[in-house]
């Protein structure tokens, strides 16, 4: 279990969005299912040891990591200032680190999306719309790390393709419908623990 521990080290989903309702990804390794209602967000990813669940609320300095296999919940606690930062980051403009607009659109899962790319590196295709909020993936275990170089954006990757042309990211479902109150809640009867973490 403390191999996922790494994930919890980051704000899920700090730009407030407007959509609500499920968008599947699937990636070179895992397949992952990313549900927004409101301030709640639910990140679940299938690894070969079974689903592992992260529930954030983004008014609230803490997040939540469902293990299915051994029916347990950790909550990380973040200090103020470390939410208030990263909100401070992800809200600021469109800063790509380096990559450039091209001016290219296409449709993914329905959506129109903009190209994104970087001399020598990746393509990344987004929304032009910011309804989606904003996403942030640490490079840690179980979770992929082709977005090292998108801290604090706002921005919500529908599409990534590495500098080989292998595509490492894609949004292939988006499902608007409105979703359960319940689906963001541990569930009943599971075992729980809680870290803290900073000052």
Known sequence: MLKFLPILLFP????????????????DSDDMMYHMKGANVRFD?????GLVSIL???DEQKIMLLIETSK????MSLPSDEIEKEIAES????????????GRTKIIAGVECEEWTKKDE?????PTTRRFGSIMVPNAPGLP????????????????????????????????RTLPETLFDVPTGWGSFKMNFGN
């Open 56 to 58: 954030m609320n983004r």
């Open 122 to 126: 990746s393509t990344v295709w987004t």
């Open 45 to 49: 990813i299938s690894t070969d040891e």
């Open 72 to 75: 347990m919940s950790m909550e």
């Open 12 to 27: 899920v989903s700090l730009l407030a969005q407007t959509f609500e309702g499920t968008i599947h990804i699937q990636t």
């Open 91 to 102: 809200d600021s403009d469109m800063d790509m680190g380096g990559y450039l607009q091209t």
């Open 145 to 176: 790390n082709m977005f090292k170089d998108f801290p604090g954006v706002a921005f919500f990757p529908f599409e990534v393709i590495d500098k080989h042309g292998q595509t490492k990211w894609l949004v292939t479902i988006v499902n608007s």
